[in-house]
């Protein structure tokens, strides 16, 4: 399941568990079927424009409030169960255990770069702060042609707004939790 079908599917379930309606009074409500209604909250189907537009307009509700990331009191992320972002055989792997668009201010990242291998990334917008935890191994990261040295256990922040390079100068995989900051 995608991030939007997720999305969808978590809030309908909640927007008509919260008014404590059943699947049979918003499809009565929408003109949507009770069984289109069920696998769009069990997440197996993918609903069209047209459907998501007579659930908005049948429960009188914003298409944002279905499509929004759902608000959580606890989430955890398995990365090791997640498909990587970005995975460049034999180089590096990127995972998204947070995207920007949960909260508009943050994302966060869980990066490996294998031994001799660098991972480039450009600037993150105006703006943006990184923060780099490292998990294991070590790390170089060279912004604006300075070197920083980081090693297991290590903290370190700077302005993302430039072209920056990770590289794992180390015997093993380097991994590392990558936190972006929007404080514009």
Same mark, same amino acid.
């Given at each position: ?33 009770? =069984? ?86 450009? =600037? ?61």
């Amino acid at each position: 399941m995608d991030y939007i079908s997720h999305n969808i599917s978590t809030n309908l379930k909640r927007i008509r568990q919260a008014r404590n309606l059943s699947l049979d009074v918003i499809a009565e409500q929408t003109g949507v079927s009770k =069984s289109m209604l069920s696998q769009i909250e069990r997440g197996s189907a993918n609903p069209s424009i047209g459907v998501l537009a007579k659930i908005t307009s049948g429960m009188r509700i914003e298409f944002e409030d279905l499509i929004r990331p759902p608000a959580y009191d606890t989430c955890i992320v398995h990365v090791k169960d997640t498909v990587p972002t970005k995975d460049v055989e034999g180089q590096y792997k990127v995972w998204t255990c947070f995207p920007f668009q949960d909260n508009h201010q943050i994302e966060i990242y869980r990066i490996e770069i294998l031994p001799g291998n660098c991972y480039e990334a450009g =600037s993150h917008g105006s703006h943006t702060r990184e923060y780099i935890t490292m998990l294991q191994g070590d790390l170089e990261i060279t912004i604006g042609g300075k070197a920083y040295q980081m090693h297991k256990g290590d903290v370190f922040r700077f302005e993302s707004d430039q072209f920056h390079v990770y590289k794992n100068i180390g015997k093993e995989t380097c991994a590392f939790m990558s936190f972006f900051a929007d404080y514009s």
